[in-house]
C-alpha cells in the first residue's frame, strides 16, 4: 500500500508543478483572446464531469455495515482503565465472530492482533456505547487485544489474549 500512495503522490505533485509551470507560460504571451473564457469553462465542466465519474466509481461499502453478521458467534468485549475483558477465551477458526465492545471508564480503542502484532480489524470502544465489529479467523493460533487508544499511565498494560481453534469437520 504504502508505495502506490507514494507513487499517487509523486504523480499528483509532477501534474501539479505541470499546471503551474503552463500558467506561468500562459502569463508570458500576448493577451488573451476572447475565446479563452470559453476554452476554460469547457475544461472547467470536463473536470467536474471526470470529478464525479471517480468519485463515484471508487465508492465502497462502509465496512462497519458488515458488523451483526446474522449466525455469527457473539463475543462480548469490554475495556477499562487498564483490562480487557472478553467473555471467551476460545473462538472457532472460519466463523464470522460478532465483537460487541464497551467500556466502563474512559474511551478506549480495541484491536485485534494476531501473533506477528499484526492489525486484523479495530473499533472504538466508547462508554455507553456497545460498538460491533465482525471478523472471521482465518488461522487459528493466539490473538490478543490492545488498547488502541491512549487512555492513561498503564494504556500498554491493556493486553488480553484469546486462541483460536480449528473446528473438526
Ligand atoms: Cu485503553
Known amino acids: 500500500m504504502q508505495p502506490v500512495v507514494l507513487l499517487i503522490s509523486l504523480i499528483l505533485m ?11 507560460k500562459a502569463s508570458e504571451g500576448e493577451a488573451p483572446g476572447p475565446n479563452a473564457n470559453s476554452k476554460r469553462t469547457g475544461l472547467i ?4 464531469v471526470l470529478g464525479v465519474i471517480v468519485s463515484v466509481g471508487s465508492l465502497r461499502s462502509w465496512p462497519h455495515a458488515l458488523a451483526s453478521t446474522g449466525d455469527a458467534l457473539e463475543v462480548n468485549v469490554s475495556g477499562g482503565q487498564w483490562w480487557w475483558d472478553i467473555d471467551t477465551t476460545e473462538i472457532p477458526a472460519g466463523t464470522p465472530v460478532n465483537f ?17 502484532l499484526t492489525l486484523l480489524t479495530q473499533v472504538q470502544a466508547i462508554p455507553g456505547y456497545t460498538t460491533k ?13 490492545l488498547c488502541m487508544e491512549f487512555c492513561g499511565v498503564a494504556h500498554h498494560d491493556m493486553v488480553n489474549e484469546f486462541e483460536v481453534v480449528a473446528v473438526e469437520e
Open 133 to 145: 465489529v465482525t471478523y472471521t479467523f482465518a488461522e487459528p493460533g493466539s490473538y490478543q487485544l
Open 100 to 116: 460487541n465492545v464497551t467500556t466502563e471508564d474512559v474511551t478506549h480503542g480495541m484491536g485485534i492482533y494476531d501473533s506477528e
Open 45 to 48: 465542466w470536463a473536470m467536474v
Open 14 to 24: 509532477a501534474l501539479l508543478s505541470a499546471v503551474f509551470y503552463m500558467a506561468s
